[in-house]
């Protein structure tokens, strides 16, 4: 069982950046590939970027390469969004997920609570 934590969502203005943090329990972190994921009201959860275990395989959805940058620290049980040149249609509840592969195809073994995403005009 894995547990995930997210914080550093909050307010910012269009053109400011935030930075999610993931906190991960238990000891296997590092042999999970991490990824964000988002869900507007009234949409489907959507994909935002993956990092393999190593953190050396990354993938990102079209919407935000560029612009937004996933990372992560083993020795901390942490995986970070970094978030640049953010836009109002980035607002949105963030949510961190565990996964087998670092692709937008696979199915989350394990979801954080989320936290909100919100970028003013």
């Known amino acids: 069982q894995v547990q995930l934590v997210e914080s550093g969502g909050g307010l910012v203005q269009a053109g400011g950046s935030l930075r999610l943090s993931c906190a991960a329990s238990?000891?296997?972190?590092?042999?999970?590939?991490m990824g964000w994921f988002r869900q507007a009201p009234g949409k489907e959860r959507e994909f935002v970027a993956a990092?393999?275990?190593?953190?050396?395989?990354?993938h990102y959805a079209g919407a935000v390469t560029g612009r937004f940058t996933i990372s992560r620290d083993n020795a901390k049980n942490t995986v970070y969004l970094q978030m640049n040149s953010l836009k109002p249609e980035d607002t949105t509840v963030y949510y961190c997920a565990a996964l087998d592969v670092p692709s937008p195809a696979t199915m989350p073994r394990y979801w954080g609570q989320g936290t909100q995403v919100t970028v003013s005009s």
């Open positions: 990092v393999s275990g190593s953190g050396g395989v990354t």
């Open positions: 238990g000891r296997t972190f590092s042999s999970y590939a």
